[in-house]
C-alpha cells in the first residue's frame, strides 16, 4: 500500500496521488508495477525503494547519483506474540 501525505497549516494530510515534496509512505502489500512507477516518477534507484522494507535493514545513510536515502528504524508494538517476543520491533 502506497499512502501520500503533506503539511497543510500544520497538520499532517493524507493526500488523493502523489505530489512534490510530500512524505511517501509505503507498505507491503503493494504491487509491484506501482513499485516500477514510483521509481520512475522520482527518478532513484530501485534499490532505494525496495531495501528499506527488509525488516532486517539497518539505519543508513546513502547518497547515489545526488539522490540520498535515509533508513531510520524505529520501535512500533510488536503486536504478533507479546507473550513470547519483544514488546517492541523495528
Known amino acids: 500500500m502506497i ?3 503533506d503539511m497543510k497549516d500544520e497538520i499532517l494530510q493524507e493526500l488523493d496521488e502523489l505530489q512534490e515534496h ?7 502489500p ?3 508495477d506501482s513499485i516500477q512507477k ?3 516518477y522520482l527518478d532513484v534507484p530501485q534499490d532505494f525503494i525496495t531495501d528499506p522494507m527488509d525488516f532486517d535493514e539497518r539505519s543508513r545513510y546513502e547518497n547515489e547519483q545526488g539522490v540520498r536515502l535515509i533508513v531510520v528504524n524505529t520501535p512500533v508494538i510488536n ?3 507479546q507473550k ?3 514488546i517492541y520491533i523495528t
Open 3 to 5: 499512502s501520500y501525505y
Open 22 to 28: 510530500c512524505w511517501i509512505n509505503l507498505q507491503p
Open 30 to 32: 503493494f504491487e509491484k
Open 38 to 40: 514510483l521509481v520512475e
Open 79 to 81: 503486536k504478533i506474540d
Open 84 to 86: 513470547n517476543e519483544a
